[in-house]
């Protein structure tokens, strides 16, 4: 069961558009409605198929219609007919809808998915923060001084090896051998897995 399209039959024989497309570009009303009647439902038939939604299509057919009346001087006959000039607009009018409303639906589903992120436990957050930094204290208890005094300068203090050296008064490569002998306990001791 098809239901009847919005818009009339056509009245300007295919022929006779170029002269009626003349006549609009002149802003004679008469033609364009003419033209309107001879055009328009190519121009929704077309726009159907593209966008698929009947509210839409009549939609973006009277846009199409709106800008043939306001083009119609740019029209030219030697680049083809009016029927052509007018399918190509339509064409580019609903693919142009159709991204848009694509846009629309990708920036609503993307701000949707943002408000469902999971909220931040702030609390848990400060709670595994604490039971980590005790965790690190026991173990640092655990290490001989020189181990624990290099490893806490190295990263409480942010010092290099060589000032780390400098600062306790012991050999570089001893220093290097401790703080790797303390970080490997240290690993142990957190029951970390290399």
């Known amino acids: 069961m098809s239901q009847p399209l919005p818009f009339g039959g056509g009245t300007a024989p295919q022929a006779e558009l170029p002269a009626v497309m003349e006549k609009v570009a002149h802003g004679d009303k008469q033609a364009f409605s003419a033209l309107y009647d001879a055009l328009a439902p190519l121009v929704y038939g077309i726009v159907l198929k593209v966008v698929r939604d009947r509210a839409q299509s009549e939609e973006v057919t009277q846009e199409v219609m709106i800008d043939l009346w306001r083009q119609a001087a740019r029209y030219r006959p030697d680049s083809g007919s009016p029927k052509t000039w007018a399918a190509t607009i339509a064409h580019r009018r609903a693919v142009d809808r159709v991204r848009s409303a694509q846009a629309a639906a990708d920036r609503e589903y993307a701000t949707a998915a943002r408000e469902q992120q999971r909220p931040f436990d702030e609390v848990a957050e400060q709670v595994e923060t604490r039971l980590e930094s005790e965790q690190v204290r026991r173990c ?55």
């Open 140 to 194: 640092l208890r655990g290490l001989t001084e020189l181990q624990r005094q290099a490893v806490t300068l190295a990263y409480y203090g942010g010092l290099t090896y060589r000032e780390v050296a400098e600062s306790l008064r012991t050999p570089l490569p001893t220093i290097k051998t401790r703080m790797r002998d303390g970080l490997i306990r240290l690993r142990d001791c957190m029951g970390v897995t290399a």
